[in-house]
């Protein structure tokens, strides 16, 4: 199959191929999944300062001021797969000069919930209308969408990650000499002091199981600070939080894996999420899951089966979650999470699942357009 995978996202501080390619590596990891899940053929438009064509890795990338598509790559294409749910116009032009077979999927990319403008909806359902298929994480994020009427009834939903990682675990031993990572159980947080991934009611709900556990410990990585004043008042209120809370700050992606094999749970907040890219790093390095009950986090942890699931914004949910979870045989499940992941998360699941979803679109296109 040959597939046509356009990005119409424009950042105007990137300026040099080479360099927004080492930074879109969701956009890079999936084109090469798709080659590798056996696609004979990727060719990415990407919207761009200005015109070049890099080849790397086997993956073609056409790069071009409006993320135009040159008619050979348009007359040879056999499914058009467009990132995001915020280019109507790019997506409806490209329909045009696609073959009359060729189908359309557009995923969601932390889309968020539809435009709350009457006139940005009538834009989305204009736009998508021609669209065959829609990916998400999971279906029910496509939910206010089909409410919008922006994806409509005989439009179909797929189910899969938008991404993956290439993190792998390292010997527990050395991961807790190089990340300070230690305590029993050693609990994880990775990502942003934000109101949506929610730290204090994390720090609230780790606060109820010191006395229980109190060789417990957490260690909290973040890129972005914006309630770090409040977690550190927090800390300073609570003697017990003191002791055991560690605040790194942020941590290259290259030393992350040393911090997620040392740790026995990985724990999050989020009251929504796109997908979970700290989730699916922990998963892959086996830092068990003990993350908020949301689509995203059901779909990637299997509805729980490979942690606990907890309701956003509850202190009492999360504690509970955390001692049955520290209870479990931890190594159990561990050894359970890397089978889960090399089947359901990896890049090649992904890159076979992708292919899975466009044969059937593209099978369902022309059986309906007798084409």
């Not at 199981?209 to 209120?237: N, Y």
């Not at 899951?289 to 990637?300: G, L, N, Q």
Request: with cysteine.
């Amino acid at each position: 199959m040959i597939v046509l995978h356009a990005n119409f996202d424009f950042d105007r501080k990137l300026t040099d191929p080479d360099q927004l390619l080492e930074r879109y590596t969701t956009l890079t990891g999936w084109s090469q999944a798709l080659l590798e899940a056996g696609a004979s053929r990727v060719v990415v438009v990407q919207r761009f300062h200005h015109h070049s064509i890099v080849t790397r890795n086997g993956v073609e990338y056409h790069f071009g001021r409006r993320g135009q598509v040159a008619p050979a790559e348009l007359a040879s294409a056999e499914i058009a797969h467009v990132n995001g749910l915020k280019f109507p116009m790019q997506t409806r032009l490209l329909r045009a000069r696609l073959r009359r077979r060729t189908p359309i999927v557009a995923q969601d990319h932390a889309s968020g919930p539809p435009p709350a403008r009457a006139a940005a909806r009538a834009m989305r359902r204009w736009g998508f209308r021609t669209v065959d298929a829609f990916l998400f994480t999971a279906a029910p994020q496509a939910d206010a969408w089909r409410a919008a009427n922006i994806i409509r009834h005989q439009q179909r939903i797929y189910e899969v990650l938008e991404a993956s990682t290439k993190l792998r675990p390292m010997a527990r031993a050395a991961a807790r000499d190089a990340s300070g990572v230690d305590g029993s159980p050693a609990l994880l947080w990775v990502g942003r002091l934000n109101a949506n991934k929610d730290p204090l009611t994390v720090l609230t709900g780790f606060e109820r199981i010191v006395v229980p556990c109190p060789d417990a410990s957490l260690t909290m990585v973040f890129g972005s600070d914006e309630l770090l004043p409040e977690v550190r008042s927090k800390l300073s209120a609570s003697p017990a939080l003191g002791r055991r809370v560690r605040l790194v700050g942020y941590v290259p992606q290259e030393e992350l894996p040393a911090y997620y094999s040392a740790a026995d749970i990985f724990v999050l907040g989020s009251h929504h999420e796109g997908s979970g890219y700290a989730l699916i790093e922990a998963c892959a390095c086996g830092a068990v899951p003990v993350v908020t009950r949301i689509p995203a986090f059901r779909a990637i942890v299997g509805d729980g089966a490979r942690g606990a699931l907890w309701p956003p914004g509850d202190a009492i949910g999360l504690a509970n979650a955390l001692l049955q979870t520290a209870n479990r045989d931890l190594a159990g499940l561990r050894a359970g999470l890397a089978v889960h992941f090399a089947n359901e998360l990896s890049w090649t699941a992904v890159g076979r699942r992708a292919l899975d979803i466009y044969a059937e679109v593209r099978a369902r296109r022309r059986s309906s357009r007798g084409v």
